[in-house]
C-alpha cells in the first residue's frame, strides 16, 4: 500500500494526515519545535512533501529538508519531484555535485551546508529528516547549522521526524531545552503492521551463538573492535552464513548488519568459497561507484544478499527486503531499530520479514514495538525476552504458552540461556499488563475502506516511546456500543454525554475529562490488539462554564485556505 499522487495532489493515509495536521497545530499553538515519532517504512517523505507543499504555496515560505546521508537526499529529491513535481526543489550536497540555495525547498546534506547556511538564505522552516541525530547539547553540524540560520530568519521553525526518538546516553530528543521540544504525533509500528501498512516482523532461533557478557563498554557502547574480534571467528561466520542460507531458500533479498570491515569481508568471502553464492559488502570507505552498482544490483534483484557496516542503516530505501540478519550486537536502541526497520517496508509477494539476530539484541532491547530505553548508567535489569525449553524459541516474556510449540511454562520468570540467539521481533501475546500513561490525545476516527461507518473518538494512550495504546469510543452508535460509550463518559465527566463525537473531542481537548494515569491491558492469542480491561482515573473536573469558553477545534485539511501562516 502506499500513497497515491495524481495531478500532483498528495492522497495522504489517514495517520499520514493526522502527523500534518497535528504539526500544524502545533506550530499554531506554541511557540517551539514539534517532532512527529513515525516507524521506518510509513511514509515520511509523504508527510514531508504535505509540509513542503503547504510552506511555499499556501505561507509563500522557503523550506530546507535536512538530511545526513546521500541515500537519504537522493531519495527525498525524488519523492518529493514524483509526489508534487510541481514544487521546485533543488538539491545541495557536495556528494552529489549539486549546490542548488535558490530555490523554495532544498534537499541539503548536513555536511554541505552547516558552515553555508548564509548560503541559502533566510529560512521560514526547517525540516529534519532522522532528527534523533541532532545532539542535546554542544556544538555539532545541525546545532551549529540551526543556530546561523536563525540568526537569518527569527521566525523560523524546525519541525523533525524520527523513528526512533531517543539517544542512547542523553535519552528523549525532545526536551525544552533541546531544538526539538515536544512529540506532537506518535505513530505506532504494531497498528500500522495489524493495519496492512507495514511487514510483519518474525523470527527463528539460529544455531549459531556468541557470549557478548565478556564485551566492555566505551562512551555508551560495545567497543567496536572487541565486537569484531568477537564475531570475526571462522566457526561462528561459518555457522551464521550456512543457516542465513538456509533460512532464506525462498526469500529474495537479505540485508546483512556485520561488525566490522574485516568481518563484512569474511562474510563475504564464506558465501562466495564455501557455497558458491555471491554476497556483496559495502562499507564507508567503499568507492561510490561500486557501492552505487551494489546497492543498484541488490534493490533490483539481481544480487540477492549484500552485507554492510555501519551504512545501510538509517535512509535506505528497499522494499524487496524480507530477511535481516544481525550479526553484529548492539547496546544501542536506536541502531537496533534502524537495523530491523529495514525490512518493514510492504512488496508484492512478501508477506513477511526474517529477522535473525545473532547478537542478543532482541533480548536487550525487547521487542521492537515497544523498544526499553534505559537511562544513562541504569542495569539492563530483567531479560525482555525468555526461551521455550522446549523448541527452544525466544519469545516475549507476556507469553505463557509458547506460540510455536504450544509449551505451557511453569514458571512466570523462565531461564533462559545467556547466549540465545533469536527472540520474538514483535511483543506479542501479553496476557496482563500494567502501564502508566505518558500522554493522552483525543482524535475523530473513520474506519478505513468505510465511507459509511459511523466515526469513533479514538483514545490514544502513550505509554513508551514507539508505543500507545488506543481504545474506540462509540458515541454515534446505537444498542450496547452506544451504552458503553455513556457509561465511559459519566465515568470521567460532570459534562452531558456528547450525542456527537465531534462534541466528544471538542470537550475532552477542553479539560472536560478525569485524566487518566495508568491502564490495564489484556491480550489473548490470536488477538491483533491489545485490550484495555482497566482505568485508573484522578479527579474528575467540574462542569465547564459555557460553550463559548471552549477553544476552537482543529482545523482539518478541508479548511486549509483559512489557516494563517503557522511559523
Not at 557455497?275 to 551494489?294: K, M, N, S, W
Request: net charge negative; hydrophobic share 35%.
Amino acid at each position: 500500500m502506499t500513497c497515491k499522487s495524481s495531478n500532483n495532489i498528495i492522497t495522504l493515509r489517514p495517520y499520514q494526515r493526522e502527523a500534518v495536521d497535528s504539526v500544524y497545530a502545533h506550530l499554531r499553538s506554541r511557540d517551539d519545535n514539534p517532532c512527529v515519532v513515525i516507524p521506518t517504512g510509513a511514509g515520511k517523505t509523504y508527510l514531508i512533501a504535505e509540509i513542503c507543499r503547504d510552506a511555499v504555496q499556501r505561507w509563500g515560505g522557503r523550506v530546507v529538508v535536512l538530511a545526513h546521508v546521500r541515500e537519504l537526499l537522493e531519495q527525498s529529491a525524488d519523492k518529493l519531484r514524483a509526489v508534487a513535481g510541481d514544487l521546485p526543489v533543488g538539491i545541495c550536497s557536495a556528494g552529489l555535485g549539486r549546490r542548488d540555495t535558490s530555490c523554495a525547498i532544498t534537499v541539503a546534506g548536513i555536511q554541505s551546508v552547516y558552515q553555508r547556511a548564509h548560503d541559502l538564505g533566510p529560512l521560514d522552516l526547517v525540516i529534519v529528516d532522522e532528527a534523533h541525530l541532532i545532539p542535546p547539547d554542544g556544538e555539532g553540524m545541525y546545532r551549529r547549522f540551526l543556530s546561523d540560520a536563525h540568526k537569518l530568519c527569527d521566525h523560523q521553525r524546525v519541525v523533525g521526524l524520527t523513528a526512533t526518538p531517543f539517544r542512547m546516553k542523553s535519552g528523549s530528543i525532545c526536551a525544552p531545552e533541546h531544538i526539538l521540544n515536544h512529540i506532537c504525533c506518535e505513530v505506532g509500528v504494531r497498528e500500522l503492521i495489524a493495519q496492512g501498512y507495514l511487514s510483519p516482523l518474525r523470527s527463528r532461533a539460529g544455531k549459531a551463538t556468541a557470549d557478548t557478557s565478556g564485551l566492555h563498554v566505551r562512551a555508551g557502547e560495545f567497543i567496536p573492535g572487541e565486537v569484531e574480534d568477537l564475531m570475526d571467528t571462522g566457526s561462528l561466520v561459518d555457522a551464521a552464513c550456512a543457516e542465513i542460507i538456509e533460512q532464506t531458500i525462498n526469500r529474495k533479498a537479505t540485508l546483512i548488519f556485520a561488525a566490522g570491515v574485516r568481518h563484512g569481508m569474511r562474510i563475504a568471502r564464506t558465501f562466495q568459497e564455501r557455497h558458491g553464492i555471491e554476497c556483496g559488502f559495502v562499507y564507508g570507505d567503499t568507492p561510490a561507484q561500486e557501492r552505487d552498482t551494489l546497492i543498484s544490483r541488490f534493490k533490483s534483484g539481481d544480487l540477492k544478499y549484500l552485507a554492510n557496516v555501519n551504512v545501510l542503516t538509517t535512509g535506505f530505501d528497499s522494499q524487496r527486503i524480507d530477511c535481516v540478519a544481525m550479526l553484529r550486537p548492539t547496546l544501542s536502541p536506536g541502531l537496533y531499530y534502524q537495523m530491523v526497520g529495514r525490512g518493514f517496508r510492504l512488496a508484492p509477494g512478501k508477506t513477511d520479514c526474517l529477522v535473525l539476530d545473532y547478537g542478543c539484541n532482541v533480548l536487550r532491547h525487547g521487542p521492537v514495538d515497544a523498544i526499553r530505553i534505559q537511562a544513562p548508567g541504569q542495569s539492563e535489569g530483567e531479560a525482555h525476552a525468555k526461551q521455550c525449553p522446549q523448541c527452544r524459541a525466544l519469545i516475549a516474556t507476556g507469553y505463557a504458552t509458547c506460540p510455536e510449540c504450544g509449551h505451557v511454562f511453569s514458571s512466570p520468570k523462565p531461564q533462559h540461556e545467556s547466549h540465545a540467539s533469536m527472540a520474538d521481533i514483535l511483543s506479542g501475546d501479553i496476557t496482563i499488563e500494567d502501564h502508566d500513561i505518558i500522554e493522552v490525545s483525543y482524535n475523530i476516527h473513520y474506519k478505513r475502506g468505510d465511507p459509511l461507518a459511523k466515526p469513533t473518538m479514538r483514545v490514544e494512550y502513550r505509554v513508551a516511546y514507539n508505543q500507545y495504546i488506543s481504545e474506540w469510543v462509540c458515541f454515534e452508535h446505537q444498542g450496547y456500543a452506544r451504552i458503553k460509550a455513556e457509561k465511559w463518559w459519566r465515568a470521567r465527566s460532570s459534562e452531558p454525554v456528547p450525542d456527537t463525537v465531534e462534541e466528544a473531542v471538542e470537550m475532552a481537548c477542553a479539560g472536560a475529562l478525569a485524566p487518566t494515569i495508568a491502564i490495564t491491558t489484556e491480550r489473548r492469542a490470536g488477538e491483533q490488539y491489545d485490550r484495555i480491561v482497566a482505568h485508573r482515573l484522578t479527579f474528575k473536573p467540574p462542569r465547564l462554564e459555557s460553550e463559548e469558553g471552549l477553544p476552537e477545534y482543529s482545523q482539518t485539511s478541508s479548511d486549509t485556505d483559512e489557516w494563517e501562516v503557522p511559523f
